[in-house]
């Protein structure tokens, strides 16, 4: 399999654009989740999948983001309007519930970078 | 309700030592426990996992983890450590048929020469 895939690998925009981030989660996997790393704040969680539902949202700073997951194999986080403050990595990351350990598998991430 | 702490957020190591990073965690629950790595600018690779097989868990590059349940830990060792292992280790609890993990707030190695 080839892991998780991030798209791009790295973005750099304006502040005020929108940004949408691209994930393909491992085939069979019924979990997905988007972290977000800083040197600030480390890594956080922002949103969880299961079967394509969201799970917990509470992670997500503000309403300028959103995910979806319209099937088992592709899932989006937009940020709309993007600030200088969201620069960060943004890791998506997959798991299987049949392993009963749900050990995550995580995709190389996307460098943010919002001038 | 589950947490993790590691004890130390940085730790440095002269290449060659042995390498020991500390993780605790607490769980209502028979816990699954993880080690990550990941190293600068890349993203985070499953290094080893406790499952409840076996409390001494070997992984990759040399890595072993020892879960000992009376004193909540799952302490990261490897015998003799090597330049390539500098990097940012990350303790993770989740609790079985959960979906959601709990990391830790991560560790980072320095090795010297």
């Known amino acids: 399999d080839a892991g998780v895939i991030q798209s791009p690998r790295h973005e750099v925009t304006e502040m005020g654009q929108e940004v949408t981030l691209r994930c393909k989660p491992i085939s069979g996997h019924d979990y997905l989740f988007w972290y977000r790393q800083t040197m600030m704040r480390g890594l956080e969680l922002l949103i969880y999948f299961n079967n394509n539902v969201p799970i917990d949202d509470s992670g997500m700073p503000e309403d300028r983001f959103s995910a979806k997951m319209p099937n088992a194999s592709f899932s989006t986080l937009k940020i709309q309007p993007s600030e200088p403050r969201d620069s960060a990595v943004y890791f998506c990351a997959s798991s299987f519930s049949g392993s009963h350990f749900y050990e995550q598998y995580f995709g190389p991430g996307t460098r943010l970078t919002v001038t | ?113």
């Open chain 2, 1 to 113: 309700a589950q947490s993790v702490t590691q004890l130390d957020s940085h730790v440095s190591v002269s290449e060659g030592t042995p390498v020991l990073l500390r993780c605790n965690y607490s769980s209502s629950y028979s816990p699954s426990l993880f080690w990550y790595v990941q190293h600068p600018n890349k993203g985070l690779q499953l290094l080893l996992k406790y499952t409840s097989a076996a409390t001494l868990v070997k992984g990759i590059n040399g890595f072993e983890a020892e879960f000992k349940k009376s004193e909540t830990s799952f302490h990261l060792t490897k015998p003799s450590a090597h330049m390539s292992d500098a990097a940012e280790y990350f303790c993770v609890v989740s609790v079985p048929n959960a979906g959601k993990s709990t990391f830790g707030d991560g560790t980072t190695l320095t090795v010297k020469p």
